[in-house]
């Protein structure tokens, strides 16, 4: 067995590995890094990444007063408050910091959550479109800059086991190939990402049926992380929901066809039908919620976008890549008629009940009375309910997306992984989407997955800094 030894060790090389890597070598300390991918541009949602750097679709550099009522809002108060704390304290030192490091940000859009992106931007185009881009360069750029102070850099090393005596960590035990490898550290950062790749845990923890899910993400978030934490005692919190969106059911074998565009916009402005012709869950939750409540389903597949003219020429057409025209154009499937019954034949949906369904969603709009429906409907400005009136009407076929797991393993508000039995273990520290308790909850409420990457990597450096050297300066 090779064996190393340093002060830290973080598992993951996405954007909160590489931040809490960069920042314990900034701060003096002997940083391992250890990536399972092998390759130089080895895949990781961080560099599959819209850009967006935002906090619960607020201004990242804006007040940590706002940031922080912002997080309470889109989860109804479900994230930690200490952990919601210390996003929002943090959020915009941490942001500088990264610009400091080289990775350059640019105003994305007027809306709070755009005003910070990572450049140069992912082109308005359906599809995924990556390479060269503000996420793989910013990966690059940290990678580099990692290496640049002294730190080490192992790709293609697989964390398999944390070593765990008395409840204290003190490293962790990997294979590079087919050689065991044993890495002896101070702290050990879990950063592994969410484990929306791993079917057994999305079947254990969010939906029936794992693999009827599109995998809308870079296919290496495994939840080897939680794994590893949970058989040492960790504590578990948040792991029923996850970031995504409603994409068109051709997704699954169109790649032309995600990560975008998505049918949120139509959707929630519209209502979503099983295959009995009847609404299953609240659309105007907006489509992150709507894709948690459709992986849900006993059949993931077997929902319906149902919308007329009116919503697919307003609703439709918003958002940088819109549904309309771009599922026409990538080959999604939209069945349009002049009538619902018509509708519910291309559809194979029984025309009785898709009507008396639309008929009710009808007559709760016009009546302002969404509350009547059954699921009863929010009244969101932002996803607004138009009434399904003005033919053509359309349908489209749904599948849910994901994106990233927003729950795992539990920590406290400096990064450390919480026991099941209460306390913490000692030298253990996780950030990321690899932990839970930032978001998620009834409304599977969103934070923002870049955001909260930069500010828990760089928070969990902070951490595991001033806690090695105030360990260093008590034995001297």
């Known amino acids: 067995m090779t064996e190393f030894d340093f002060d830290v060790v973080v598992v993951g090389g996405g954007l909160a590995g ?17 990536e399972r991918g092998p390759e130089e541009r080895y895949h990781c949602n961080s560099r599959f990444s819209m850009g967006f750097v935002n906090c619960a679709f ?13 997080i309470d809002r889109h989860t109804r108060s479900f994230a930690v408050p200490e952990l919601a704390n210390a996003f929002a304290m943090n959020a915009g030192v941490a942001v500088r910091w990264l610009e400091k490091q080289g990775v350059r940000l640019i105003k994305g859009g007027w809306q709070g959550g755009q005003r910070v992106m990572l450049a140069p931007p992912v082109p308005n185009r359906m599809g995924l479109n990556w390479t060269g881009r503000g996420g793989d360069v910013m990966v690059f750029r940290l ?8 730190g080490t850099l192992m790709r293609g090393v697989a964390a398999r086991e944390l070593v765990v005596e008395n409840r204290r960590c003190t490293g962790v035990i ?11 550290a101070r702290a050990v950062l879990l950063a592994d ?25 870079a296919k290496t978030g495994r939840g080897d992380g939680l794994l590893m934490a949970e058989a040492v005692g960790a504590q578990l919190r948040g792991t029923d929901r996850f970031y995504g ?31 009995a012709g009847k609404r299953f869950a609240n659309e105007g939750l907006g489509g992150v919620f709507m894709a948690n409540a459709i992986a849900a389903q006993e059949d993931p597949l077997g929902t319906i976008a149902v919308f007329d003219h009116r919503i697919w020429e307003t609703a439709g057409k918003e958002g940088q890549r819109p549904a309309n025209s771009l599922l026409e154009k990538g080959g999604a499937t939209i069945h349009c008629s002049d009538t619902l019954q018509g509708l519910a034949r291309l559809c194979c949906l029984p025309a009785e009940a898709l009507s008396a369904t639309v008929k009710a969603y009808n007559f709760a709009v016009e009546a302002g009375n969404l509350e009547s429906l059954d699921p009863p409907r929010t009244d969101n400005p932002v996803n607004r309910a138009q009434a399904i009136m003005a033919p053509p009407f359309f349908a489209v076929p749904l599948c849910a997306g994901i994106t990233y797991t927003m729950g795992g393993i539990a920590i406290d508000g400096q990064c450390r992984v919480e026991h099941i039995a209460g306390g913490v273990i000692e030298g253990l520290y996780a950030a990321g989407s690899t932990t839970g308790g930032h978001e998620g909850g009834p409304v599977a409420g969103y934070t923002g997955g870049l955001g909260k990457a930069t500010t828990f990597g760089y928070h969990s450096g902070n951490c595991i800094g001033e806690a090695l050297n105030r360990c260093t300066s008590r034995v001297a």
């Open 18 to 34: 590489l931040g809490c890597a960069n920042r314990c070598a900034e701060l003096g300390l002997k940083v391992a890094l250890l």
């Open 58 to 70: 607020e201004y990242i550099l804006g007040d940590p007063a706002d940031l922080r009522r912002a």
């Open 143 to 150: 990678g580099a800059r990692l290496v640049e102070r002294g």
């Open 174 to 184: 990997a294979t590079r190939g087919g050689e065991t490898v044993r890495v002896d």
């Open 193 to 217: 990402g969410g484990f929306q790749a791993n079917l057994d845990l999305l079947r254990r923890f969010i939906t029936p049926a794992p693999e009827r899910l599109l995998q809308r993400n």
């Open 245 to 275: 969106h409603v994409q068109s059911i051709d997704a699954m074998n169109k790649p032309a066809l995600w990560p975008y565009p998505v049918v949120d916009h139509p959707m929630c402005a519209g209502i979503a039908v099983t295959r």
